[in-house]
T-cell receptor, first 112, second 112 residues
């Protein structure tokens, strides 16, 4: 199947710092999604991206659809303790049929 | 509007037993999906459905069966459970046009 490489695997940051994470794929995608998952819960959709170069914000979160269409980035500004969780990317392209493929997640810890 | 719900939340099975996981959505979504989530791996697609009465295999379908008799429900069956099926199972739904998947809270299954 498709491989989505998500990095970093984990991050430990001080409250108030900015965070950046990214996902790269081995093939071209036409949709990128970013999710957050809290322990014991299902993933919650944060941002959806549909065009190469698109930059979309949701509060303190900003995500970008890479111009190569093989990568995407998520930034969190001025982190707060409730940002703690695991962040997943997911991508879909014409060669993946109806399937989204998911990254392995970035675990974020915010130190107050 | 409950979104996507899953039952049960937890289950312990012995090897060889069978069970059915139920997913229900009240958003009138056409597409529904079953994923499994294992430590260190991204969500992997088991089976999916693009409409009532239709199902298709995903990335890891072996050992599972599904049915979509009603648009709002998607059932995942394990006919003869194996320890390798110990996992957290998530259901998701998606509109025909939206390209965004919404997840349920998950079912934690342990097979001993």
């Amino acid at each position: 199947g498709q491989q989505l490489n998500q990095s970093p695997q984990s991050m430990f940051i001080q409250e108030g710092e900015d965070v950046s994470m990214n996902c790269t794929s081995s093939s071209i995608f036409n949709t990128w999604l970013w999710y957050k998952q809290d322990p014991g819960e299902g993933p919650v959709l944060l941002i959806a991206l549909y065009k190469a170069g698109e930059l979309t914000s949701n509060g303190r979160l900003t995500a970008q659809f890479g111009i190569t269409r093989k990568d995407s980035f998520l930034n969190i500004s001025a982190s707060i303790p409730s940002d703690v969780g695991i962040y997943f990317c997911a991508g879909r392209g014409s060669n993946t049929g109806n399937q989204f493929y998911f990254g392995t997640g970035t675990s974020l810890t915010v130190i107050p | 509007n409950a979104g996507v719900t899953q039952t049960p939340k937890f289950r312990v099975l012995k090897t060889g037993q069978s069970m059915t996981l139920l997913c229900a959505q009240d958003m009138n979504h056409e597409y529904m999906y079953w994923y499994r989530q294992d430590p260190g791996m991204g969500l992997r697609l088991i089976h999916y459905s693009v409409g009532e009465g239709t199902t298709a295999k995903g990335e890891v379908p072996d050992g599972y069966n599904v049915s979509r008799l009603k648009k709002q429900n998607f059932l995942l069956g394990l006919e003869s459970a194996a320890p390798s099926q110990t996992s957290v199972y998530f259901c998701a739904s998606e509109t025909l046009q939206g390209y965004e998947q919404y997840f349920g809270p998950g079912t934690r299954l342990t097979v001993t």
